[in-house]
């Protein structure tokens, strides 16, 4: 009883001196830390603290790393987009020295023919030239035709009708042939008879003169009056419109009506 009220009791419930009997079950026990247990959670804490530190920096390494490989990439990726701009850059420095050789190439050949050309009918004007010198030689009374077209010839034939066909028009006519104006013509001349005496398309050389002052027989200046560039016509030209009774040498014989297929090429 001295362990528990002893001989006071406890009012009217224990009495004085009682021995008490108790049935007892441990529900929870709380461990009071002593000096030993403090130190030991200091220890686990600062590890705690130190490896969460740890797990900072390795993460903080993992993610400069991963930021460095980022951007070695967008440099290999930037490096090789300008491999493949110059490259392309390249290629078409290329074409372009390419086309540019071409066309000088091409420039080239060009002069050269146009030299050519130019030698070829500086050749045919002196062939010509030496033709009507011997034709003169041979036959004193002729002078080459093209140089007829400067004349006005009086004619003793007896007066003709020219005749004028129309044998092609085209289909806008924006300007047409007038006193005054500089033609450009290519023409075959025949006689009657058909047989052909010259011819531009066969020298391959257009005839140019002013209409309307002279420079060619009357039945080409009043048959080419109001005619259409690209325009074909047909002129029966009389004698008195012609070269009359002087004619041209052997060529056109005295008074003989002339057959001219003419074409306007360009109007000046």
């Known amino acids: 009883s001295h362990l528990a009220y002893g001989?006071?009791?406890?009012?009217?419930?224990?009495p004085p001196g009682a021995t008490l009997l108790f049935d007892i079950v441990v529900v929870d026990v709380e461990r009071v830390e002593n000096e030993d247990d403090i130190k030991k959670k200091k220890e686990q804490e600062e590890q705690k603290r130190r490896e969460e530190e740890e797990r900072k920096?390795?993460?903080?390494?993992?993610?400069k790393e991963a930021e460095k490989l980022r951007k070695e990439e967008e440099k290999k990726k930037l490096e090789e987009l300008r491999r493949k701009e110059e490259e392309l850059k390249r290629k078409q420095e290329e074409e372009e020295r390419r086309r540019?050789?071409?066309e000088e190439r091409r420039r080239k050949e060009e002069e050269e023919s146009k030299k050519l050309e130019e030698r070829r009918r500086a050749e045919e004007q002196?062939?010509?030239l030496q033709e009507g010198t011997r034709r003169k030689q041979d036959e004193p009374e002729y002078e080459y035709y093209e140089d007829y077209y400067y004349e006005d010839y009086p004619s003793a034939c007896g007066?003709?009708?020219l005749e004028v066909k129309v044998t092609y028009t085209p289909?806008?006519?924006?300007?047409?042939?007038?006193?005054?104006?500089?033609?450009?013509?290519?023409?075959v001349g025949k006689l009657e008879?058909?047989?052909?005496?010259?011819?531009?398309?066969?020298?391959?050389k257009p005839f140019e003169f002013t209409l309307g002052v002279g420079q060619v027989i009357a039945g080409w200046d009043a048959g080419l009056e109001g005619m259409c560039v690209g325009e074909t016509r047909t002129l029966v030209i009389p004698a008195d419109q012609a070269y009359g009774e002087a004619g041209v040498g052997s060529v056109i014989p005295p008074c003989s009506t002339l057959v001219f297929d003419v074409e306007l090429l360009d109007i000046e």
């Not at 008879?193 to 391959?204: A, I, L, Y």
């Open 57 to 63: 920096k390795l993460e903080e390494r993992r993610r």
């Open 159 to 161: 007066a003709g009708e």
């Open 193 to 204: 008879t058909g047989r052909q005496f010259d011819s531009s398309v066969d020298r391959n």
């Open 100 to 102: 540019a050789a071409i």
């Open 171 to 187: 289909g806008r006519c924006l300007r047409t042939a007038n006193y005054g104006d500089k033609l450009t013509m290519h023409y």
């Open 126 to 128: 002196r062939n010509r």
């Open 7 to 14: 001989d006071r009791g406890a009012g009217n419930v224990i």
